[in-house]
């Protein structure tokens, strides 16, 4: 059959923060970096999978929507030069776990979002789209490359991220929840100290250059 398996990815817009921004994706004086955890699972909702783990054993089931992720996101640079001021989650899925910043590295860890279906209701179906986003502001707009990983379960718990199965009959479905393997992505992110820096950087080489082909020095044979 088919893997079943979860597909994790980060995005990164520069958005306003003590000022406006320019959307050009490096954060510059005033923009915060809004870090989005995108998910994706295969086979989608409808498709079908095997209810072979927390209990199953090998029933063939419907996917009916995403079941509960539990992540940390993990320095590996810079992460510690800014602050993180804000988290949130896509409608519907917001478990109410409060993440924390843990030093020295200011990971941000403890989040988590998912569904658990009551009685007489449906799952959400959502799928490939973001459900999870924190937002991190600079302490100073030194260039720098801020770097980062996901990194499943939280604390020396670790628990793998679900789906939702339904193995019941048309009419009476009986939700039950399958784990998944999943991809452990890296992300980043660019802080420069003034809008175009790079670029300017990069106009500035190419001038001189072509200023010392016009002037040779004195000791050139040309």
């Known amino acids: 059959r088919a893997q079943e398996a979860f597909e994790f990815s980060w995005e990164v ?17 005033g923009e915060d970096a809004q870090i989005f955890f995108n ?24 996917v009916v929507g995403l079941g509960q992720v539990i992540g940390r996101l993990m320095a590996d640079a810079n992460l510690n030069t800014g602050t993180w001021t804000g988290i949130g989650y896509r409608s519907g899925f917001n478990l109410g ?5 843990e030093p020295p590295h200011n990971h941000l860890v403890q989040w988590s979002f ?24 600079p302490l100073g707009y030194e260039p ?26 048309p009419g009476e479905p009986d939700y ?14 660019d802080v420069v100290p003034s809008p175009g820096a790079a670029l300017v950087a990069l106009a ?5 250059g072509r200023r010392s082909a016009r002037h040779p020095s004195k000791g050139s044979t040309r």
Do not use: Y
Not at 45 to 60: E, K, M, P, Y
Not at 114 to 137: E, I, T
Not at 176 to 189: I, S, V
């Open 97 to 101: 776990i409060p993440p924390s910043a």
């Open 176 to 189: 039950r929840e399958d784990t998944w393997a999943f991809n452990t992505p890296a992300g980043g992110f």
């Open 39 to 62: 998910v994706s699972f295969r086979p989608g909702v409808g498709g079908s999978a095997v209810w072979d783990t927390l209990g199953g054993t090998g029933q063939i089931g419907t």
């Open 114 to 137: 998912g569904q658990f279906v009551p009685p007489g209701l449906s799952p959400n179906p959502l799928n490939d789209d973001w459900f999870f986003w924190a937002k991190w502001r």
């Open 144 to 169: 720098r490359h801020v770097a980062f990983h996901f990194e499943n379960g939280w604390g020396t718990n670790p628990s793998w991220p679900f789906v939702i199965l339904d193995i019941g009959s």
């Open 13 to 29: 817009k520069d958005v306003a923060g003590l000022g406006p921004t320019n959307a050009n994706g490096i954060i510059e004086p």
């Open 204 to 208: 500035g080489g190419f001038m001189l």
